[in-house]
């Protein structure tokens, strides 16, 4: 079965909105983004842990324009991204059951769970 969908992806003009939502059939408390442009390493873009307390992580290049959310006890973790410039362009992934805390959250290999990827594409 799959354990993580996502959805949302599409075309954007640069400073626009897209908001990528992703459905985790496991229970887990740390989700997070992943972002891979053509010819580049898979990035982390952001993370969140949701169990006794939320706490929420960002790449430098998306703070201030991306929002990582969870609704309380939802199986959705939502990405707002605000602000889309033509270098947030790439296949966005999200991932489950990683590691929640600084150091270690944008490493990808720290992940057992992997959605399919959603295109985000932005013009300029």
């Known amino acids: 079965r799959v354990q993580v969908v996502e959805s949302g992806g599409g075309s954007v003009q640069a400073g626009g909105s897209r908001n990528l939502s992703c459905t985790v059939y496991v229970k887990v408390n740390c989700v997070g983004w992943f972002r891979q442009a053509p010819g580049k390493e898979r990035e982390g873009v952001a993370a969140i842990y949701t169990g006794d307390n939320i706490n929420t992580y960002y790449a430098d290049s998306v703070k201030g324009r991306f929002t990582i959310s969870r609704a309380y006890a939802s199986d959705t973790v939502n990405l707002q991204m605000n602000n889309l410039k033509p270098e947030d362009t790439a296949i966005y992934y999200c991932?489950?059951?990683?590691?929640?805390?600084?150091?270690?959250?944008?490493?990808?290999?720290?992940?057992?769970?992997w959605g399919q990827g959603a295109q985000v594409t932005v013009s300029s």
């Open positions: 991932a489950a059951d990683g590691p929640c805390w600084d150091g270690a959250w944008y490493q990808p290999h720290s992940y057992l769970y």
